[in-house]
């Protein structure tokens, strides 16, 4: 209570100084709609306090704090784009990439900079080694909305499968990203996703299970292409208008998969156990941060192919080990809900500035 009211106090001051909006954080997003822009309205919508919004300009902007959502969308040209005002100002940056250029930024930035903030550890210390200072830096996990992303009825999975033309006996194993390059189809790889790994795994499963492949994302040509060579049955959404709109995709699942080799969430880790499903992924992102091997989902090894697959079999032959992933999974995601990130954002992260 006493912190609420100390935050309402911070708010009141702030805005009564601020003669222009009563909206004092400005989160920049992508102008296409993309991941950060979900990820933004999400935040916004469940800060404690109604003070957030979306902007994709750094223009016109004076006061209040200024949050780079990504680092792709801060740069323009290999130039941040600062607001026109010395105002508060933080960075998320999701994952570094190989050779990562950027990453010569990191300790100008952090002279300017109020916070550095990630979804998982392991992009932190990349970027503490780079230059930036450790007392500045902040994890906090995406999260997910719960009320959406929930276990379906028996009756309810059943349903959907049937209008997907999915047979009762096969085994359905999801993966809901973009991992083609380029936006059109995809033909080459994303390798920091890992497709080809994931065709790996389901080309090894398919040799003694029928599997069942849901795909949703745009640029998925490389993946479709290798599950037509292996004869393996699969159904692509593309793109959809909203990343909610996945949820009953992953509520026909038998296993979600992640085969990537760099991540910077994955949402999906969250969003497949929001709906009680079995969590088979490599050890990237936010998953060593949040996922405990063996009792919330089974992990493996970036590009530990041997592991994925046997990590799958394990869960397709146990009935008793899917059903401990799937509740102790659901527990787990609920702890993550949109509102409780977006209060820690909110102490965390903007609080100690407009205080300041």
């Not at 349903?159 to 059109?184: H, P, T």
Request: aromatic share 8%; with cysteine; proline share 4%.
């Amino acid at each position: 209570m006493f912190k609420l009211l100390k935050a309402q106090l911070a708010f009141k001051r702030a805005a009564d100084a601020n003669s222009q909006s009563d909206k004092l954080v400005r989160y920049l997003v992508s102008a296409q709609n993309w991941s950060i822009n979900h990820d933004g309205e999400c935040l916004m919508a469940n800060l404690p306090l109604p003070i957030g919004e979306l902007t994709i300009s750094h223009k016109g902007i004076h006061q209040g704090i200024f949050h780079f959502g990504g680092i792709a969308d801060a740069l323009s040209h290999g130039k941040m784009r600062w607001p026109q005002a010395e105002i508060g100002c933080g960075l998320t940056w999701f994952h570094v990439l190989e050779n990562d250029k950027r990453l010569k930024l990191v300790p100008e930035l952090d002279k300017r900079l109020d916070f550095w903030h990630s979804s998982c550890q392991s992009t932190l210390d990349k970027l503490i080694a780079c230059g930036a200072s450790a007392s500045k830096t902040h994890c906090i996990p995406l999260g997910v909305d719960t009320e959406i992303f929930k276990v379906a009825t028996k009756q309810q999975k059943s349903i959907f499968r049937q209008r997907l033309g999915i047979d009762e006996d096969a085994i359905v194993i999801g993966s809901f990203q973009k991992d083609g390059r380029g936006w059109n189809n995809g033909q080459q790889g994303k390798m920091e996703k890992g497709p080809d790994v994931l065709c790996e795994v389901l080309e090894s499963l398919a040799k003694s299970h029928k599997l069942f492949v849901l795909l949703s994302g745009p640029a998925r040509d490389y993946v479709k292409n290798r599950l037509r060579a292996s004869g393996i049955a699969f159904y692509h959404t593309g793109y959809l208008p909203h990343a909610n709109d996945v949820a009953p995709y992953f509520q026909a699942l038998d296993i979600y998969l992640i085969p990537s080799r760099i991540e910077g969430g994955p949402k999906a880790c969250l969003e497949a156990t929001a709906c009680g499903i079995p969590l088979v992924t490599t050890n990237v992102g936010m998953v060593p941060d949040i996922i405990k091997h063996g009792h919330h989902g089974l992990v493996a090894g970036v590009g530990d192919t041997r592991t994925l697959i046997a990590n799958c079999e394990a869960i397709i032959s146990d009935p008793n080990l899917a059903r401990n992933l799937s509740q102790n999974g659901l527990k787990m995601a609920q702890n993550y809900t949109w509102k409780n990130i977006a209060q820690r954002y909110y102490q965390e992260l903007y609080l100690p500035i407009l205080e300041g």
